[in-house]
């Protein structure tokens, strides 16, 4: 157990903050082979005044202490989440409070509701997460197969903000067990004759070998002895009996000899208590600023300034980051993009008012400096990330929306898009009699994915167009148009062509295939190189009104431009159909 004993609880990742679990299990015992690695750990957290008793309490004490409330008969009450190292004297806290008296259910393991609302955490499964951190996981409990919990974990650092921000540090401690059933120990060390035992500061070690039976027990004889009363009477209706004397009981004892094959038990035993001290400072419950601030480049020259200087709505500065940035954002549960202008949107990766950002004529992202100073620093880390030397001026629609007041009246593709898919099914139901576009559960997710941003080659420009014409070309229900338009006897449109020739049933025919053909050009995008030779590829990108010599930003704001206006004009074809059959 070497390693184990190098190692301490208050530097790992996860602080169980109760546990009593066995980690492994091999074999069946108690026959040879059987192993067995139990862990228990217990805590208490205590105020700095009460350091002294948190210094006294061994195993016996944090290894399963009661927390539960309790009232006493000659009045006072302690509520379940205090320590009392002595009746009535409040000595520190209980984070994991214990529900045992639930009848024939599990005993249950409840994590304090202060430690829950300080880190304004909710309950989703088996985890506690934190909705203002972009749902990360916080805390942690497993449950055995019965459905009684056996771990109660949380990440270091959230539990030291929180300790930091009450003032107490936790006193854990620990029982870890290795255990073996072995039939011989010419292998191990000489320890049935010489047991060790190591003790040092808040801490002991003890290894051990001891001889037992075929079913796990001492061998040896042993002693059975019965006792029973002499003076009852099963025929009384209401037997009644005192206290018993030599006189009303009798007693019987004998031996035996504990046969059968012996085999050992090799125990190893480590018992340990530490401190896991509070965090310097406490910057998600107390909001106290950051050890260090975060440097943002805002210089041509890659001079940078803190956040801290940084953190004010009148310092007149911006800052740039690379385009990955916004996918970066988007990974988080609660992440939105929307679209104001046709290069300026707003981002969010959690809850809250968005970022308002602008794309700049070199693709990079402006924002101005104090919406993104002012953010958490767990956001903030994500912009920094993406941190570039200014280099193409500030964006043009963000500097005018912020700076002068005067928004241009430009729309992204992105929000175009959406908006003329949708149109498109309003329209052609009442020309058809049903939508143009099915239904799907997919719709909405593959919408979020439709953005210039996420392109940064031509495998990622292939991969959009996949998606758009999943939501296109391929999302077409031919079904709708039959009642337009059939196909001869014999013959099979494929979805665009047969919309083609509905659309040639309004228009002419040149103009019903001008129409589709962005929409055409992105279905033979869709097929990316592994179907298409690189003459065809080209054609393609011509079709889809992409430039094949852009950067992938501008090919991808092309490809959705290209969509959403195909989109727009059959909302026109349709509307102006609709409008004179009405007439």
């Not at 031509?458 to 009642?483: N, Q, V, Y």
Request: with cysteine; net charge negative; charged share 25%.
């Amino acid at each position: 157990m070497a390693d184990i004993r190098r190692r301490r609880l208050a530097n790992a990742v996860w602080i169980p903050l109760r546990q009593s679990e066995t980690l492994s299990s091999v074999g069946e015992e108690p026959l040879p082979g059987y192993a067995e690695d139990l862990l228990c750990i217990g805590t208490i957290a205590f105020p700095a005044d009460n350091r002294g008793v948190g210094n006294r309490l061994g195993w016996s004490d944090l290894g399963h202490p009661t927390a539960a409330p309790y009232a006493f008969r000659e009045g006072g009450y302690k509520r379940a989440e205090i320590y009392q190292y002595n009746d009535r004297e409040d000595a520190g806290f209980h984070l994991i409070l214990t529900h045992d008296n639930v009848g024939d259910a599990p005993g249950q393991w409840l994590v304090d509701q202060d430690l829950i609302m300080a880190l304004g955490l909710i309950k989703e499964g088996h985890s506690w997460i934190r909705p203002s951190e972009g749902y990360v996981e916080v805390i942690r409990e497993r449950l055995d197969a019965d459905g009684a919990c056996h771990a109660i974990e949380i990440k270091n650092e959230f539990l030291r903000d929180y300790l930091a921000a009450r003032g107490l540090a936790l006193r854990i401690g620990m029982y870890r067990r290795h255990m073996a059933i072995v039939d011989r120990t010419s292998t191990l060390p000489n320890w049935q004759q010489e047991p060790v035992q190591l003790t040092g500061d808040d801490e002991r070690f003890e290894i051990r070998v001891f001889e037992v039976d075929e079913h796990g027990g001492l061998p040896g004889r042993v002693a059975v002895m019965r006792v029973w009363r002499t003076d009852g009477d099963v025929e009384e209706d209401v037997p009644v009996f005192g206290h018993e004397t030599n006189e009303n009981t009798a007693a019987a004892s004998g031996e035996y000899e504990r046969e059968g094959a012996r085999r050992y038990r090799v125990e190893g035993e480590l018992w340990r208590e530490e401190w896991l001290e509070p965090a310097q400072r406490s910057e998600r419950v107390r909001g106290d600023d950051p050890a260090q601030p975060i440097h943002y480049i805002v210089e041509p020259d890659g001079s940078t300034l803190p956040d801290t200087d940084l953190n004010d709505e009148d310092i007149g500065r911006w800052l740039w980051f690379r385009p990955d940035v916004i996918p970066a954002l988007l990974k988080y549960r609660d992440a939105q993009l929307s679209w104001y202008t046709g290069d300026t949107g707003g981002i969010r990766c959690a809850y809250g008012v968005p970022t308002h950002f602008g794309v700049n004529s070199r693709g990079l992202i402006c924002v101005y400096a104090y919406d993104v100073a002012h953010l958490p620093p767990w956001q903030q880390r994500i912009w920094i990330g993406h941190n570039v030397t200014p280099e193409g001026g500030v964006s043009e629609e963000l500097f005018a929306a912020q700076w002068r007041a005067q928004p241009a009246g430009t729309s992204a593709p992105e929000a175009r898009f959406v908006s003329a898919w949708h149109r498109v099914n309003e329209f052609v139901t009442a020309w058809c009699g049903a939508p143009l576009f099915r239904a799907h559960e997919a719709n909405e997710s593959i919408f979020r994915t439709i953005h210039r941003f996420r392109v940064t080659d031509r495998d990622s420009l292939l991969s959009l167009a996949k998606d758009i014409a999943r939501l296109t070309a391929d999302g077409i229900d031919i079904g709708s148009l039959r009642s337009v338009i059939t196909p001869p006897s014999g013959t099979t449109w494929r979805t665009l062509a047969h919309l083609e020739q509905a659309l040639a049933t309004v228009t002419d025919a040149a103009q019903a295939r001008s129409t589709l053909t962005a929409l055409v050009g992105v279905y033979e995008l869709r097929l990316g190189d592994a179907h298409l030779p690189s003459g065809k590829l080209h054609e393609a990108y011509v079709l889809a009104g992409v430039d094949s010599e852009a950067g992938p930003l501008e090919q991808a704001r092309q490809l959705i431009d290209g969509a959403a206006t195909s989109l727009e004009r059959i909302v026109a074809l349709v509307n102006d159909h609709v409008a004179g059959g009405a007439e």
